[in-house]
Nanobody, 115 residues
Framework: QVHLVESGGGLVQPGGSLRLSCAAS????????MAWYRQAPGKAREWLAQ???????TYTASVKGRFTISKDGAKNTIDLQMYSLKPEDTAVYYC?????????WGQGTQVTVSS
């Protein structure tokens, strides 16, 4: 069982930045793949970015160049740095991580981009 807890969400103006963190109950270096998703009201959950055990990263087109996924070994977190935020980035952001046998979700953190 892996517990994931997201933090760092909040209200930000368009063009602003936020850094989300996902704290894991087990060493992040024992996880196979870690990812961030988001879900806006009335929409399906959307995959944003992922980082593998060997630090290979991939992004969906809508956030590539604006968002960066990374691992922080000192804090044992998977982070999502977000720049140039737009109103359409408003959503609940979820962390996901997998072991060789299962995937796990965090509870989500709200990000609202509004003036």
């Amino acid at each position: 069982q892996v517990h994931l807890v997201e933090s760092g969400g909040g209200l930000v103006q368009p063009g602003g930045s936020l850094r989300l963190s996902c704290a894991a109950s087990t060493s992040i270096f024992s996880l196979r793949t870690m990812a961030w998703y988001r879900q806006a009201p009335g929409k399906a959950r959307e995959w944003l970015a992922q980082i593998t055990a060997d630090d290979y990263t991939t992004y969906t087109a809508s956030v590539k160049g604006r968002f960066t996924i990374s691992k922080d070994g000192a804090k044992n977190t998977i982070d999502l740095q977000m720049y140039s935020l737009k109103p359409e980035d408003t959503a609940v952001y979820y962390c996901w991580a997998s072991t060789p046998s299962m995937g796990y979700w965090g509870q989500g953190t709200q990000v609202t981009v509004s003036s």
